[in-house]
């Protein structure tokens, strides 16, 4: 239904810079709403959202004053109008692939965890036009699971790196699958260095406005 509500919108570009909009709503649903944003983005991007929604489009914290969330792009139009999908609470447990699954020697922990993923050309140098800022739902010392937009094939090293914070390490991919949101997401194991205790103690938490 048309609604104009006001938004917080944040994100992160693919360089890792953190941004913040104030907009408002055109329409809202259960399943996701539109929104007019003019920072630009990209379809398959994760961006935390703010809003008053109404009780009744809410699928967790129903008596909270703003609700609170994780939605991924779908649409884009020119004027900046842009489509989102909600992402429920429990996400990362309700859409883990079967295909996603290895054998690791560490148990990962389940979240939200911000990266600057990066793909690497053939010169060993960062590829500039290849990269974005994502999300990775599951996170363990040696690996992760992380949602992606980029073209990627199991083999491929990228570069993974911590969007504001100094962790950084080659990673390699282990597998590619779509999940049942048809997101896909990329399993991949560090090579240069562990993720490090305070990730894995919980997961990032947005910025403090």
């Known amino acids: 239904m048309s609604l104009s509500l006001p938004v917080r919108a944040q994100g992160y570009d693919p360089d890792g810079s953190p941004w913040v909009e104030m907009t408002t709503s055109a329409d809202a649903s259960v399943g996701g709403a539109a929104i007019e944003l ?32 994780y939605a991924v792009v779908r649409s884009r139009q020119p004027d900046g109008r842009t489509g989102f999908r909600f992402l429920p609470n429990d996400e990362p447990a309700r859409v883990s692939a ?13 979240g939200a965890f911000v990266f600057v993923l990066r793909c690497i050309a053939e010169d060993g140098e960062l590829d500039s036009r290849r990269g974005e800022a994502t999300v990775a739902d599951n996170l363990g010392p040696g690996g992760a699971r992380i949602k992606t937009s980029l073209s990627l094939a199991r083999g491929d090293v990228v570069w993974v790196a911590e969007a504001g914070g100094p962790f950084r390490t080659r990673a390699e991919i282990r597998n590619v699958a779509v999940g049942r949101d048809g997101i896909a997401r990329v399993n991949v194991m560090f090579l240069d260095a562990p993720a490090p205790e305070r990730m894995l103690s919980g997961s990032l938490e947005p910025a403090p406005s």
């Open 38 to 69: 003019q920072h630009p983005v990209r379809v398959g991007q994760v961006v935390h959202l703010q809003m008053p929604l109404p009780r009744r489009f809410r699928t967790f914290d129903p008596f909270a004053p703003a609700y609170r969330v």
């Open 98 to 110: 079967p295909a996603l699954v290895e054998r690791r020697r560490e148990p990962r922990r389940d």
